[in-house]
Nanobody
Framework: QVQLVESGGGLVQAGDSLRLSCAAS????????MGWFRQAPGKEREFVAR????????YYADSVKGRFTISRDNAKNTVYLQMNSLKPEDTAVYYC?????????????????WGQGTQVTVSS
């Protein structure tokens, strides 16, 4: 069982940066691949980024590649999403998620545990 709590969202202007954090409970954090998803009003939840349990392998949605960076600190049971050059279309609720599988996992159905989400709003 893993409990996830996101933080770091807020209201920013286009071009600004934010760093989201996701704190995980439990002693088996290193057993999980971690992902970030987002959901805008009226839209489906979409994949943003994923990081392997070791932190060595990362994957990104094309829409955020080059602007967002996912990382993790296993000593702190925390995964991060550094978001630079934010755009109004990045506005959404951002969720972190965990699953025990390896490899690329870009579907929300692949993930077993979810946080409650944190709102990111980017004004133009």
């Amino acid at each position: 069982q893993v409990q996830l709590v996101e933080s770091g969202g807020g209201l920013v202007q286009a071009g600004d940066s934010l760093r989201l954090s996701c704190a995980a409970s439990g002693r088996t954090f290193t057993s999980y691949g971690m992902g970030w998803f987002r959901q805008a009003p009226g839209k489906e939840r979409e994949f943003v980024a994923r990081i392997s349990w070791s932190g060595i392998t990362t994957y990104y949605a094309d829409s955020v590649k080059g602007r967002f960076t996912i990382s993790r600190d296993n000593a702190k049971n925390t995964v991060y999403l550094q978001m630079n050059s934010l755009k109004p279309e990045d506005t959404a609720v951002y969720y972190c998620a965990a699953d025990r599988s390896a490899g690329v996992r870009t579907s929300a159905y692949d993930y077993d545990y979810w946080g409650q989400g944190t709102q990111v709003t980017v004004s133009s």
